[in-house]
């Protein structure tokens, strides 16, 4: 007679604890130096926009005047709480965040933001740092994973899965061992949100979900550190994550190829600021004007289909990031005059 044997949460967090610089062959460390790049380039490109500049305005008001750590949009100083809640927010913003296709999540928003300040707040070594980015990372990729395609129809995975995967990246920078970090994904699942129908509105909500993740999955492993407990079965329990949030789970991908398979050699770029499942619409758009030999000014309007998540996101209404076409031709357009720009700053 054969068991059936549940993956389980404890696992998760034995190997997140036991990860070191060490354990990670050299290509997922560079893929993990190439992503944290990445994520950089995201962060400073969304600082300036309204719903990032609404959520710096709150952490200048409701932080201190000084800090450890760094707030990438007004380069000012600040705790650990408030840059990992500022940077998630500015990283996700233009769309251009990296993405793991398989569990639908976008790890760099939440997990660098998140250990970025934490090193900066403790110290920690670039080594370390790196490390724990991909503990984040696996923890993130395989708790959205697990939670499958139907937690995706109704909740952000990167707001949810993404709370899991700051804490496990804040815990190792912290050095947890396996019952803090255990305690440490418990309180972050707990907390884990972010509900789709924002898109009906087009509301702000998605920049809110990513800062939220950052700030408090951090929250959770600092309070583990000092000894706050947290439910042990966070996501194979009977009222935990898999439980309340999915009716398609698979608790075994929790652990799957753990120490072989990496979540960062997963994770992709994107070459259009702008939601993945539209990405085949610019990429139709630009290689029919290299073939009929068009520029941005020969069009005048472009009609383009999407897949079902991409018309859902598209009758959002207002945000570019849901239109790639439209971007491909304001970005082409301004190409010239941003070229102009370039050649002056020199």
């Not at 070191?20 to 995201?42: C, H, I, M, N, Q």
């Not at 770029?269 to 290299?290: E, N, Q, W």
Request: glycine residues 10%.
């Amino acid at each position: 007679m054969s068991v059936a044997r549940t993956a389980t949460t404890r696992e998760l967090a034995s190997f997140l604890a036991r990860l070191r610089y060490e354990d990670v062959p050299d290509e997922a460390v560079e893929r993990t130096k190439e992503l944290f790049l990445d994520w950089v380039g995201s962060a400073l490109a969304g600082r300036d926009e309204r719903p990032v500049r609404i959520l710096e305005r709150f952490a200048q008001q409701m932080g201190p005047s000084g800090g450890p750590s760094e707030d990438l949009v007004s380069r000012r100083r600040t705790t650990a709480l408030f840059a990992a809640l500022v940077n998630g927010a500015a990283s996700h913003v233009v769309e251009q965040d990296d993405l793991h296709n398989a569990s639908v999540f976008h790890p760099g928003t939440v997990v660098f933001p998140a250990a970025l300040a934490a090193a900066q707040q403790t110290g920690a070594s670039g080594r370390e740092f790196l490390a724990a980015a991909v503990a984040g990372y696996e923890a993130g990729v395989r708790v959205g994973n697990s939670l499958g395609r139907s937690h995706y129809r109704v909740f952000h995975t990167t707001g949810t899965a993404g709370t899991l995967a700051a804490a496990a990246a804040v815990s190792r920078v912290l050095g947890a061992d396996e019952e803090t970090t255990l305690h440490a994904l418990g309180s972050a699942g707990t907390q884990a949100a972010g509900l789709w129908e924002f898109l009906r509105d087009a509301a702000d909500s998605k920049q809110l979900h990513t800062a939220k993740a950052a700030s408090d999955g951090l929250l959770a492993a600092y309070l583990a550190r000092d000894g706050f407990t947290g439910a042990e079965r966070i996501l194979e329990g009977e009222r935990g994550m898999a439980a309340g949030m999915s009716s398609d789970a698979d608790p075994e991908k929790l652990v799957e190829g753990l120490g072989n398979n990496w979540a960062v050699l997963e994770t992709s770029f994107k070459y259009h600021a702008s939601c993945r499942h539209t990405h085949p619409a610019a990429d139709a758009l630009l290689r029919g004007m290299k073939e009929q030999g068009l520029t941005a000014d020969d069009i005048s309007h472009v009609r383009a289909r999407r897949p079902r998540g991409g018309h859902r996101r598209a009758r959002a209404g207002s945000r570019p990031a849901y239109d790639p076409p439209v971007k491909v031709l304001h970005g082409l357009r301004a190409r010239p005059d941003r070229e102009e720009r370039q050649r002056r700053d020199r």
